[in-house]
């Protein structure tokens, strides 16, 4: 079989560089998409088969110029994988009550209209190989109800029907897309600063402040405390040899230590005893 190609976006940090280290290592031919730095710690790491790409995910102009880079060292060949993996947890926290829309919707514009834009492009290439896949990157948090901190979730639950509309419009023409839903993976996403945290509580006006404070933890405290953490190497490896090696590619992939038993307490559980779980892990 000739060499298998991909595209990895936001892949400078975390389980986009150990992703794709995982595929230059299996002897994929990699395309990794970066932000702001260029990835120089991932190149070191890989052989000449992986190069880099500016691909900012927001801005439509950057994801052409990055399309066609990709097209043009594909040379009439195709990309048999999209992972759609850039996100952001930042900037727009807060209750509901008092979140910022326009940073909610900048939060929007990264985790979900960029993974429009990014596959809209690549499908050209996409549709050229004879197993082409996407691999949308949602979150397990999609699961919780996060006091202070919805927007992120939100945003990953509608990457989830995005993919389930993918599936069936692709489906007849040989695309398989999926949903690799990680949790608990030792990242920056997840290191969380005083910064962060100094600016979740000063979105609240003088007059909510003391009331939110009085009930609920900062959300990224309780959500540690609930499950242990996996390398982001560990969980490349797994992503892997259960979704990437598949043959058929399922709806979803919860991935993450203890993270199995989310959709359970979804499906399962009265509504009214989740509520009362989510209750216990956010409120003080
Ligand atoms: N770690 C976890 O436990 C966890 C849990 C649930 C879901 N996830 C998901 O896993 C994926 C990877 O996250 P991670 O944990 O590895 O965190 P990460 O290291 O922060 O990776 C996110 C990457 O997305 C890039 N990015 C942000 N905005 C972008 C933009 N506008 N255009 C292109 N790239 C952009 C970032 O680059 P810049 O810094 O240069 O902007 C960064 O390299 C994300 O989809 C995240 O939501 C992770």
């Known amino acids: ?21 995982k595929l230059d290592r299996e002897g994929w031919r990699c395309f990794a998409g970066y932000n702001r730095q260029p990835p120089d710690a991932l190149l070191e790491t890989c052989s000449d088969r992986t190069q880099a790409v500016q691909c900012n995910v927001t801005d439509g102009e950057s994801v052409k110029s990055a399309l066609e880079e990709v097209g043009g060292a594909l040379a009439g060949g195709a990309l048999d994988l999209l992972v759609n993996n850039a996100a952001t947890t930042g900037g727009a926290g807060g209750g509901v009550e008092n ?35 996407i691999i949308n990157v949602g979150s397990a948090s999609q699961y919780l109800t996060i006091p202070m901190g919805c927007s992120y979730p939100i945003s990953k639950a509608a990457l989830k029907r ?17 949903c690799v839903e990680p949790g608990g993976v030792r990242t920056p996403m997840i ?7 100094a600016e979740l509580w000063a979105s609240f006006p003088e ?78």
Do not use: C
């Open 191 to 197: 290191d969380i600063s005083e910064e962060q945290r």
């Open 1 to 21: 079989m000739s060499t298998r190609t991909a595209l990895v976006t936001g892949a400078a940090s975390g389980i986009g560089k150990a992703l794709v280290e």
């Open 207 to 284: 007059h909510l402040l003391p009331q939110y404070e009085a009930q609920f933890k900062f959300p990224g405290d309780a959500i540690e405390s609930a499950f242990p953490l996996w390398s982001a190497e560990k969980f490349a490896d797994r992503v892997y040899h259960e979704v990437i090696s598949a043959k058929k590619l399922k709806v979803n992939y919860l991935i993450g230590p203890g993270v199995w038993v989310l959709p359970i307490i979804e499906r399962v559980v009265p509504d009214s005893l989740r509520e009362r779980i989510f209750e216990r892990m956010f409120r003080r």
């Open 162 to 178: 995005l993919t389930q509309a993918l599936r069936v419009e692709l489906k007849p023409f040989g695309v398989q897309v999926t």
């Open 99 to 133: 979140v910022d829309i326009d940073r909610f919707k900048s939060l929007f514009e990264v985790n979900f209209w960029g993974q429009v834009r990014v596959t809209q492009a690549a499908l050209p290439f996409i549709r050229r190989s004879e197993d082409g896949r």
